[in-house]
C-alpha cells in the first residue's frame, strides 16, 4: 500500500461551535426556528414563576407580625412568614422546656465535633471513630436529652462515651501535630516503642482504665434536670429519629442479608420471612403495629415510651429495606473474591470484612444514601401516631389561636427544610462515589 | 482406567515425602459425576502438570485440594491433614496452599502492596512492617516492585498474574496451584508469567499446573497427567508423555492443541 501521509498532522484548535459563549448558545438553544420558539418561551415560564414566586415570598411577605391579621394589614399578596418566625423555637426543639434547649444544642455540637475527624485526612483510625460514634453517643445524647436520674448502666455508658470523645479528640490532634495516631504517640512518649506489643497493649489498656474511672466519678456529680419524651419535637425529634435509624438500618441490614445468604437453612428461613414480612408491609401499619402490639409483648412492668417504640419500627423496616439493598450489592461482586480471600488463608468472616463486603458497599452508596434520604423523609409518617415532629409542628401553626388557617408558608419552609437536608445527603453521596472510584481506578 | 497409575510410581527426585495423597476420591456437582475415584501422590518439591479437554474436571481437582470445593467420597490428605468437614484444618490447608487462578481474583479495591499483605497480617499476624519487607522482596523476585502503590486495575494481565502469585507466596505456602495461569493472557505476556514460575519451580516448591503450555511443563514438570472425563487417563513423565502419547485420547488431545 501506498503511504499516505508521511507527515504527522498538526492539532488544530476545536471549531469555535464548541469552545465559545455564543458557539454554545446558538449549538444548543438556537439551532432551529422551533427550538428558538421552544426557548424563548421556557424563558418566559420561567421569569413569570420566579418573579411570582419572589414577589409572594419576599418583596410582598410580612416577616414581623404579632398575628395573621397584622399580616394581611400589612399586604394581602405576599406570604405571612412572621407565623414560622414566631413558632422557630417550636419547629426546631418541640415543646422542649426553653432554658434547656442548650442541651440539645450541645448534643448537636457533641455529634459535629465527635464525626469531624472522618472528614479529615491526616487522622488515623477512622474505623474506629465511626464505631464509637455509634456505640456510645446515643447513650450521652440519651441522658443529655432525658436527663432525670441515670441508672447504674447509664452511668457507665456516659462516662464510656467521655472516655472515647476523649480519646478521639486527643487522637485528632496527635494526628494533626505529630502525624501519629494517639497510642503510637502515648506509647513513644512513655518510652515504651521498644517493648513488646503485650506490654504495650496493657499499658494503653491501664490508661483507658483510669481515663473510664476519672470519668465515671466525674459524671457522678452530672444532674441534669428530666424532660419527659412528650416535649420532645420539632425537627430535634425527626433528626432523632432518622439520626438512630441511619446509624442501624445499615449494620442491620448487613446482618440480614448476610443472614439471608447464609448456609444454615434456620438463620436463611427466618432472615427471609423477617425481611419479606417488614418488606409487604407499609411503615405507617409498622408504626401502628409498634405503638399497639409491643407492649403486649413487653414483660410486665417495662414501659416504652412512644419514641422508643417508633424508633424500634423505623429501625426494623429500614434494615429490611437495606438488607435488599446490601444482598444486590453483594451479588455484584465474582465469587472469585471470595475464592481469592480464601486463598491466602481467610475464613468466612475475612473474607467478608476485608474483601467483599468494602467492594460491595462502594457500589451501593448510590442506593444506601437513596434509602437515607426516604428513611428521613418517611419519618413525618410519626405524626400520624401523635408524635409532633417537624411535619406535625408545622401542621399545628395553623391551629394556633395568633396564626389560625396558616397552612402553605409553614409546608413550604418544612418543605425547604426538608429539601436541605436531603440535598446534601444527596451531593455528598455523589462526592463519595467519585472519590471512591478515582482512588482504584487512577 | 487406573492401569496407567503403575507407570506413574516415578517417585520424585528430590525427596519421597508425601506432600498430597489423594486416595479414592470421587465428587459430584448433583448428578453429574465430575470426579471418578482419583488416586493422586504428589511427592515434596514434585511438579506436576495436569492437562485435558475443557471440562474433563482439572480445576474441580486442583480447587479440591485447597478445598474450594468438596469431595464425597474417599480422602485428600494434604501436609499430613485429612479434608473434611473440620473448618480449622480448612483455615490451616489454605494457610499452607497457594493458589493462582486464570482471571487472577486479586482485590481491586487494594493497592498490589495491600493485596500482599493482607494475608501475612490478618492471617499470620505479621507486623505491619514485617508484611510489608516480606511483599517487597517477593515484588522483587517477580520484577515489578515500581507497581506496589498502583491498583490491580492499573496492571496489565501478565503483570497481575505475577502480583497473584507474590500474593500466595507471600503466605509462604508449602505448595502452589496454577489454575491455567496464562490462559487469560495474550500472547506477549505468557513468557513473563512464565519465567516467574520456572524460578519458582528452580526453588524447590512443590507445584501443581494447569496448563496447555508444553514447553513449560518439559521444563519444570517431573511429571504430566492427561485428564478426561473425571478420570486420570494416562501419567507419564513430561517428555514421554507430549512425544510418545500411549492412550489414543491423549493422543487425539495433543494433537489438537499442538
Ligand atoms: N459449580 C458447578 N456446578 C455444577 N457443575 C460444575 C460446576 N463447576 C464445574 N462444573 C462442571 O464440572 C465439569 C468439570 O469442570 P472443570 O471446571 O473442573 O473443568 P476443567 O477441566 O477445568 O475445564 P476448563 O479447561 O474449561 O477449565 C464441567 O463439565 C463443568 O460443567
Ligand atoms: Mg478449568
Redesign the interface.
Given at each position: 500500500m501506498a503511504i499516505i501521509n508521511a507527515n504527522q498532522t498538526p492539532a488544530r484548535a476545536a471549531p469555535i461551535s464548541e469552545t465559545s459563549i455564543l458557539g454554545w448558545l446558538h449549538k444548543n438553544l438556537f439551532s432551529s426556528a422551533f427550538n428558538a420558539l421552544l426557548t424563548f418561551f421556557m424563558l418566559y415560564i420561567i421569569y413569570q414563576t420566579v418573579s411570582g414566586v419572589l414577589t409572594w415570598g419576599l418583596f410582598n411577605a410580612t416577616f414581623v407580625a404579632e398575628n395573621r391579621r397584622e399580616c394581611f394589614d400589612n399586604s394581602l399578596t405576599g406570604a405571612c412568614w412572621a407565623g414560622v418566625i414566631d413558632w422557630f423555637d417550636n419547629i426546631f426543639y418541640g415543646r422542649y422546656p426553653r432554658e434547656e434547649i442548650w442541651r440539645i444544642d450541645f448534643g448537636g455540637l457533641l455529634l459535629a465535633l465527635w464525626m469531624a475527624p472522618m472528614w479529615i485526612p491526616r487522622v488515623k483510625g477512622k474505623i474506629l471513630v465511626g464505631v464509637s460514634v455509634v456505640t456510645f453517643y446515643p447513650f450521652l445524647a440519651g441522658y443529655l436529652f432525658s436527663g432525670g436520674d441515670k441508672g447504674i448502666f447509664m452511668q457507665v455508658m456516659v462516662a464510656g462515651a467521655i472516655v472515647a470523645f476523649a480519646i478521639n479528640m486527643a487522637n485528632v490532634v496527635t494526628g494533626l501535630t505529630k502525624n501519629m495516631a494517639l497510642n503510637a504517640f502515648l506509647v513513644q512518649m512513655l518510652g515504651q516503642s521498644k517493648s513488646s506489643g503485650k506490654t504495650r497493649r496493657n499499658i494503653l489498656l491501664l490508661l483507658a482504665t483510669v481515663a473510664f474511672v476519672v470519668a465515671f466519678v466525674w459524671q457522678m456529680g452530672w444532674n441534669v434536670e428530666g424532660v419527659s419524651w412528650t416535649k420532645w419535637g420539632g425537627l430535634f425529634l425527626t433528626m432523632v429519629i432518622s439520626g438512630i435509624g441511619i446509624a442501624s438500618a445499615l449494620p442491620g441490614g448487613i446482618l440480614l442479608a448476610l443472614g439471608r445468604r447464609s448456609k444454615l437453612p434456620i438463620i436463611r428461613v427466618l432472615s427471609t420471612g423477617f425481611i419479606e414480612v417488614f418488606r409487604s408491609v407499609p411503615l405507617i401499619t409498622v408504626l401502628f403495629m409498634a405503638t399497639t402490639m409491643f407492649p403486649l409483648f413487653m414483660p410486665e412492668g417495662v414501659v416504652l415510651n412512644k419514641p422508643v417504640q417508633v424508633i424500634i419500627a423505623v429501625v426494623l423496616f429500614n434494615a429490611c429495606y437495606m438488607a435488599e439493598t446490601v444482598r444486590a450489592g453483594l451479588q455484584a461482586i465474582p465469587k472469585g473474591q471470595a475464592e481469592g480471600a480464601h486463598t491466602i488463608g481467610l475464613g468466612y468472616w475475612g473474607a467478608m470484612g476485608l474483601i467483599i463486603m468494602p467492594q460491595a458497599l462502594k457500589h451501593m452508596i448510590p442506593n444506601i444514601v437513596g434509602s437515607f434520604i426516604g428513611l428521613l423523609k418517611d419519618t413525618t409518617l410519626v405524626s400520624i401516631i401523635g408524635l409532633f415532629d417537624l411535619l406535625g409542628m408545622l401542621t399545628s401553626i395553623s391551629k394556633d389561636v395568633p396564626w389560625l388557617g396558616l397552612h402553605k408558608e409553614p409546608l413550604i419552609f418544612g418543605a425547604i427544610l426538608f429539601f436541605i437536608l436531603c440535598f446534601a445527603m444527596s451531593k455528598y453521596s455523589r462526592h463519595l462515589e467519585v472519590k471512591l472510584s478515582s482512588d482504584h481506578k487512577g | 482406567m487406573n492401569d496407567t497409575q503403575t507407570k506413574g510410581q516415578l517417585a520424585s527426585a528430590r525427596s519421597s515425602d508425601v506432600m498430597i495423597e489423594i486416595a479414592d476420591m470421587n465428587k459430584w456437582y448433583d448428578q453429574f459425576h465430575v470426579l471418578k475415584n482419583i488416586n493422586l501422590t504428589v511427592h515434596t518439591g514434585e511438579r506436576l502438570v495436569i492437562c485435558g479437554p475443557s471440562g474433563s474436571g482439572k480445576s474441580t481437582l486442583i480447587r479440591c485440594i485447597?478445598a474450594?470445593e468438596e469431595h464425597q467420597e474417599g480422602d485428600i490428605i494434604v501436609d499430613g491433614i485429612r479434608l473434611g468437614k473440620n473448618?480449622k484444618n480448612l483455615?490451616h490447608i489454605?494457610?499452607e496452599?497457594?493458589?493462582v487462578?486464570q482471571?487472577f481474583?486479586?482485590?481491586?479495591?487494594l493497592t498490589i502492596l495491600e493485596n500482599l499483605t493482607?494475608?501475612p497480617i490478618?492471617?499470620?499476624k505479621k507486623s505491619k512492617a514485617d508484611a510489608i519487607e516480606t511483599a517487597m522482596m517477593y515484588l522483587e523476585r517477580v520484577k515489578i516492585p515500581e507497581q506496589a502503590d498502583?491498583?490491580p486495575?492499573?496492571l496489565s494481565g501478565g503483570q497481575q498474574q505475577r502480583v497473584?502469585i507474590a500474593?500466595?507466596l507471600?503466605?509462604r505456602p508449602k505448595i502452589m496451584l496454577f489454575d491455567e495461569p496464562t490462559s487469560a493472557l495474550d500472547p506477549e505476556m505468557i513468557k513473563e508469567v512464565l519465567d516467574v514460575m520456572v524460578d519458582l519451580a528452580d526453588t524447590g516448591m512443590t507445584m501443581i499446573v494447569v496448563t496447555h503450555e508444553m514447553g513449560f511443563a518439559k521444563t519444570i514438570a517431573d511429571e504430566a497427567i492427561f485428564m478426561a472425563e473425571g478420570d486420570i487417563v494416562e501419567r507419564n513423565n513430561p517428555v514421554a508423555f507430549f512425544d510418545h502419547p500411549e492412550h489414543e485420547r491423549t493422543r487425539q488431545f495433543l494433537s489438537q492443541i499442538l
Amino acid at each position: 500500500m501506498a503511504i499516505i501521509n508521511a507527515n504527522q498532522t498538526p492539532a488544530r484548535a476545536a471549531p469555535i461551535s464548541e469552545t465559545s459563549i455564543l458557539g454554545w448558545l446558538h449549538k444548543n438553544l438556537f439551532s432551529s426556528a422551533f427550538n428558538a420558539l421552544l426557548t424563548f418561551f421556557m424563558l418566559y415560564i420561567i421569569y413569570q414563576t420566579v418573579s411570582g414566586v419572589l414577589t409572594w415570598g419576599l418583596f410582598n411577605a410580612t416577616f414581623v407580625a404579632e398575628n395573621r391579621r397584622e399580616c394581611f394589614d400589612n399586604s394581602l399578596t405576599g406570604a405571612c412568614w412572621a407565623g414560622v418566625i414566631d413558632w422557630f423555637d417550636n419547629i426546631f426543639y418541640g415543646r422542649y422546656p426553653r432554658e434547656e434547649i442548650w442541651r440539645i444544642d450541645f448534643g448537636g455540637l457533641l455529634l459535629a465535633l465527635w464525626m469531624a475527624p472522618m472528614w479529615i485526612p491526616r487522622v488515623k483510625g477512622k474505623i474506629l471513630v465511626g464505631v464509637s460514634v455509634v456505640t456510645f453517643y446515643p447513650f450521652l445524647a440519651g441522658y443529655l436529652f432525658s436527663g432525670g436520674d441515670k441508672g447504674i448502666f447509664m452511668q457507665v455508658m456516659v462516662a464510656g462515651a467521655i472516655v472515647a470523645f476523649a480519646i478521639n479528640m486527643a487522637n485528632v490532634v496527635t494526628g494533626l501535630t505529630k502525624n501519629m495516631a494517639l497510642n503510637a504517640f502515648l506509647v513513644q512518649m512513655l518510652g515504651q516503642s521498644k517493648s513488646s506489643g503485650k506490654t504495650r497493649r496493657n499499658i494503653l489498656l491501664l490508661l483507658a482504665t483510669v481515663a473510664f474511672v476519672v470519668a465515671f466519678v466525674w459524671q457522678m456529680g452530672w444532674n441534669v434536670e428530666g424532660v419527659s419524651w412528650t416535649k420532645w419535637g420539632g425537627l430535634f425529634l425527626t433528626m432523632v429519629i432518622s439520626g438512630i435509624g441511619i446509624a442501624s438500618a445499615l449494620p442491620g441490614g448487613i446482618l440480614l442479608a448476610l443472614g439471608r445468604r447464609s448456609k444454615l437453612p434456620i438463620i436463611r428461613v427466618l432472615s427471609t420471612g423477617f425481611i419479606e414480612v417488614f418488606r409487604s408491609v407499609p411503615l405507617i401499619t409498622v408504626l401502628f403495629m409498634a405503638t399497639t402490639m409491643f407492649p403486649l409483648f413487653m414483660p410486665e412492668g417495662v414501659v416504652l415510651n412512644k419514641p422508643v417504640q417508633v424508633i424500634i419500627a423505623v429501625v426494623l423496616f429500614n434494615a429490611c429495606y437495606m438488607a435488599e439493598t446490601v444482598r444486590a450489592g453483594l451479588q455484584a461482586i465474582p465469587k472469585g473474591q471470595a475464592e481469592g480471600a480464601h486463598t491466602i488463608g481467610l475464613g468466612y468472616w475475612g473474607a467478608m470484612g476485608l474483601i467483599i463486603m468494602p467492594q460491595a458497599l462502594k457500589h451501593m452508596i448510590p442506593n444506601i444514601v437513596g434509602s437515607f434520604i426516604g428513611l428521613l423523609k418517611d419519618t413525618t409518617l410519626v405524626s400520624i401516631i401523635g408524635l409532633f415532629d417537624l411535619l406535625g409542628m408545622l401542621t399545628s401553626i395553623s391551629k394556633d389561636v395568633p396564626w389560625l388557617g396558616l397552612h402553605k408558608e409553614p409546608l413550604i419552609f418544612g418543605a425547604i427544610l426538608f429539601f436541605i437536608l436531603c440535598f446534601a445527603m444527596s451531593k455528598y453521596s455523589r462526592h463519595l462515589e467519585v472519590k471512591l472510584s478515582s482512588d482504584h481506578k487512577g | 482406567m487406573n492401569d496407567t497409575q503403575t507407570k506413574g510410581q516415578l517417585a520424585s527426585a528430590r525427596s519421597s515425602d508425601v506432600m498430597i495423597e489423594i486416595a479414592d476420591m470421587n465428587k459430584w456437582y448433583d448428578q453429574f459425576h465430575v470426579l471418578k475415584n482419583i488416586n493422586l501422590t504428589v511427592h515434596t518439591g514434585e511438579r506436576l502438570v495436569i492437562c485435558g479437554p475443557s471440562g474433563s474436571g482439572k480445576s474441580t481437582l486442583i480447587r479440591c485440594i485447597n478445598a474450594l470445593e468438596e469431595h464425597q467420597e474417599g480422602d485428600i490428605i494434604v501436609d499430613g491433614i485429612r479434608l473434611g468437614k473440620n473448618l480449622k484444618n480448612l483455615d490451616h490447608i489454605r494457610t499452607e496452599v497457594g493458589m493462582v487462578f486464570q482471571n487472577f481474583n486479586l482485590f481491586p479495591h487494594l493497592t498490589i502492596l495491600e493485596n500482599l499483605t493482607m494475608g501475612p497480617i490478618w492471617v499470620r499476624k505479621k507486623s505491619k512492617a514485617d508484611a510489608i519487607e516480606t511483599a517487597m522482596m517477593y515484588l522483587e523476585r517477580v520484577k515489578i516492585p515500581e507497581q506496589a502503590d498502583k491498583y490491580p486495575g492499573q496492571l496489565s494481565g501478565g503483570q497481575q498474574q505475577r502480583v497473584a502469585i507474590a500474593r500466595s507466596l507471600c503466605m509462604r505456602p508449602k505448595i502452589m496451584l496454577f489454575d491455567e495461569p496464562t490462559s487469560a493472557l495474550d500472547p506477549e505476556m505468557i513468557k513473563e508469567v512464565l519465567d516467574v514460575m520456572v524460578d519458582l519451580a528452580d526453588t524447590g516448591m512443590t507445584m501443581i499446573v494447569v496448563t496447555h503450555e508444553m514447553g513449560f511443563a518439559k521444563t519444570i514438570a517431573d511429571e504430566a497427567i492427561f485428564m478426561a472425563e473425571g478420570d486420570i487417563v494416562e501419567r507419564n513423565n513430561p517428555v514421554a508423555f507430549f512425544d510418545h502419547p500411549e492412550h489414543e485420547r491423549t493422543r487425539q488431545f495433543l494433537s489438537q492443541i499442538l
